[in-house]
């Protein structure tokens, strides 16, 4: 049985600018259709996943600032007999800046919300609705022009956290080597 029957399909559409003191500068429109499917031993269950993401880059000179906001909603997310329709949206912004050739400074922030999504942890018997809040700033050091390495301290701004399952807040430090060939 196929389980991708019906083909995911998914695109981009998007004006970059080629040139001039705003090289590299889009905004885009990001897309995406799949359709999951589960047979059973009389029917087939189906799940339709739908996400779209705006996006807007903006490059001038030695700054970097970007944002995007999500909207992403799947109708059967546990491919069940009885559907949970979940939908979850999102908000990510950053900027950053050359510090010199070699050195760029970054902070991002990122707020993921949906009404929907605690209740597939719980099988569907209660509603819990999650918001998370982070706030990221970064370091990078480009070694040459396909190799950075980056020190990000990643805070979790989230105000209601919930001590039972993630402890009170949930903070994180981490390195990223990247070599592009």
């Not at 499917?37 to 600032?65: E, M």
Request: hydrophobic content about 35%.
């Amino acid at each position: 049985v196929d389980k991708n029957q019906d083909k995911n399909f998914g695109g981009t559409l998007g004006f970059r600018m080629p040139d001039g003191s705003f090289e590299g500068s889009q905004v885009s429109l990001w897309g995406m259709r799949a359709v999951d499917t589960k047979n059973t031993a009389t029917t087939q269950i189906r799940n339709i996943l739908q996400t779209f993401s705006p996006g807007v880059t903006v490059r001038y000179k030695d700054f970097d600032f970007q944002s995007a906001y999500l909207y992403a909603e799947d109708d059967n997310w546990a491919l069940s007999a009885t559907p949970i329709k979940v939908v979850t949206r999102g908000v990510g912004a950053s900027a950053g800046k050359f510090l010199s050739d070699a050195w760029f400074a970054h902070v991002q922030w990122d707020w993921l919300e949906s009404r929907d999504v605690g209740r597939l942890f719980d099988q569907g018997t209660t509603t819990k609705h999650v918001n998370k809040h982070f706030l990221s700033p970064s370091i990078w050091w480009f070694q040459r022009e396909n190799i950075r390495c980056g020190l990000t301290v990643k805070y979790d701004l989230e105000s209601t956290a919930n001590a039972a399952k993630h402890g009170d807040k949930n903070h994180e430090v981490f390195s990223t080597i990247r070599a592009m060939f």
